[in-house]
């Protein structure tokens, strides 16, 4: 019997990853830069600390320095930001299924990569913050995903046994941070950016389909 499932949040809970992509590879057209969009592909799942930029532009001549670039593109990433509307991102199976878990009794929390403020103001946007028993970021630990750190802390805050619980998660490096904190691992299929989600032990298209797989 499952008792506490442990959820990503870009890409499970929100479509940010397709949000975040548009953007930079908006950017990129525009000012005519030669990346290709697969290159941003390699950010998906990643945290501050892996310097994921790094691997973006390596080996492309941006014309200008790497830090240069990379402050134009971030300005222009955050002045998107401001005019989105994140209520349109949440994926429509995440509050009927939080809503289930809630009413059986399953403990539920967030783990993301992503900054505090940012998992807030995605949650409430999209209606499912109260949902949530634990919010917890990347940014808390020494290393982030995909070290295990952020799962071992969510098991140890809720007291459950690892059979006891489920991740579920969309990158590379949250499959590999759950199956290193020995968690079973649920991915949610990704059609869009090639993911490699060999790792996972059980795969959904829906966050409802969970219902059938709780006990």
């Given amino acids: 019997m499952i008792e506490a499932v442990f959820f990503d949040l870009d890409g499970v809970l929100i479509d940010s990853e397709t949000m975040h992509q548009s953007i930079m590879q908006e950017f990129v057209r525009d000012n005519g830069y030669p990346i290709p969009k697969e290159r941003f592909y390699r950010l998906i799942g990643s945290h501050k600390s892996m310097?994921?930029?790094d691997s973006v532009v390596e080996g492309i001549d941006l014309g200008e320095p790497k830090d240069v670039f990379l402050k134009k593109l971030q300005s222009h990433r955050q002045k998107r930001l401001k005019e989105y509307d994140y209520s349109t991102i949440g994926f429509k199976d995440a509050k009927p299924t939080l809503k289930y878990l809630k009413e059986v009794g399953i403990k539920t929390a967030v783990a993301s990569s992503s900054n505090i403020d940012y998992i807030n103001r995605?949650?409430?946007?999209?209606?499912i913050a109260d949902y949530f028993d634990l919010k917890v970021s990347c940014d808390e630990f020494a290393h982030s995903k995909p070290h295990p750190d952020i799962y071992l802390y969510c098991l140890e805050y809720f007291g459950i046994d690892r059979d006891k619980c489920l991740v579920v998660e969309d990158s590379k490096f949250g499959i590999e941070a759950a199956k290193r904190a020995q968690l079973k691992v649920i991915a949610k299929r990704d059609h869009k950016f090639g993911i490699d989600q060999s790792?996972?032990?059980l795969f959904i298209d829906?966050?409802?389909e969970l219902k059938g797989l709780l006990r």
């Avoid at 995605?122 to 209606?127: I, K, S, T, V």
């Fill in 206 to 208: 829906d966050l409802i």
């Fill in 51 to 53: 310097n994921p930029f």
């Fill in 122 to 127: 995605m949650l409430r946007a999209n209606d």
């Fill in 199 to 201: 790792e996972a032990d």
